[in-house]
């Protein structure tokens, strides 16, 4: 089943505890993506990847890594967690070219994060 | 920069009617992609329906249809004959054609379907 997943689905952790949320994906696909969405604002880009090794800042960047060292991998890494970064983060992928390329994203089922 | 604005945070509708979310953007570019996304209280993310910017005949997927107005930058969602399944969150989302994987998502609309 094509499928992106994500671990772990609700956290609770507290300030300045490094961690990192999993996202994996059997598709093949070439693109990756990690989104935040909180209420009102509604889901906001953080980070992108659109090949091995190579990742560029979407709209909300700030206080967040990531990295793509293998093509079906791409790891949310928050070094610091502060309370702002309360939220519900979900994880694409799509493919970079063929017929579906142009629309079909794909997306793991999101993770609670709560930041004390 | 690109911008996607959905003015209704929240919408009710009867079951069997018709109801409209607007959504309008702002972009320089002319060669894009708009979507509709629907996310039930799974949260799971859904796509609904997609228009190429290029292409003027307004997309149609069965009940939803979309009323595309290049000029005017307005991309709204009809949802013909609705039902309670159809009840969630609807978010508006822009990409341009080719290059990056960028896409600029409203701040979404509730909708309420009424038995």
């Known amino acids: 089943e094509a499928q992106v997943t994500q671990n772990p689905r609700y956290l609770i952790t507290v300030t300045g505890k490094k961690l990192t949320v999993t996202c994996s994906q059997n598709?093949?696909?070439?693109?990756m993506s990690w989104y935040r969405q909180d209420p009102g604002l509604g889901l906001r880009q953080i980070y992108y990847?659109?090949?091995?090794?190579?990742?560029d800042k979407g709209d909300v960047p700030e206080g967040y890594k990531v990295s793509r060292k293998e093509k079906r991998n791409f790891p949310l890494i928050l070094e610091s967690p502060s309370p702002n970064q309360t939220s519900l983060y979900f994880c694409?992928?799509?493919?970079?070219?063929?017929?579906?390329?142009?629309?079909?994203?794909?997306f793991g089922p999101g993770t609670r994060l709560t930041v004390t | 920069a690109q911008t996607v604005t959905q003015s209704q945070p929240e919408m009710s509708v009867q079951e069997a009617e018709t109801v409209t979310l607007s959504c309008t953007y702002d972009?320089?570019?002319?060669?894009?992609?708009l979507f509709w996304y629907k996310q039930p209280p799974s949260r799971q993310m859904i796509l609904v329906i997609r228009?190429?910017?290029?292409?003027?005949q307004n997309a149609t997927e069965n009940r939803f249809s979309v009323n595309f107005q290049k000029a005017a930058k307005s991309f709204s969602l009809k949802i013909s004959d609705s039902q309670l399944g159809d009840a969630a969150m609807y978010f508006c989302?822009?990409?341009?054609?080719?290059?990056?994987?960028?896409?600029?998502f409203g701040t979404g609309t509730r909708l309420k379907v009424l038995a």
């Open positions: 694409a992928s799509r493919r970079s070219s063929g017929e579906l390329s142009s629309y079909e994203q794909y």
């Open positions: 598709m093949n696909h070439e693109y």
């Open positions: 990847s659109m090949n091995v090794e190579v990742t």
């Open positions: 972009t320089s570019e002319s060669d894009y992609y």
């Open positions: 228009q190429e910017a290029y292409k003027q």
């Open positions: 989302a822009y990409r341009r054609t080719s290059g990056t994987y960028k896409y600029i």
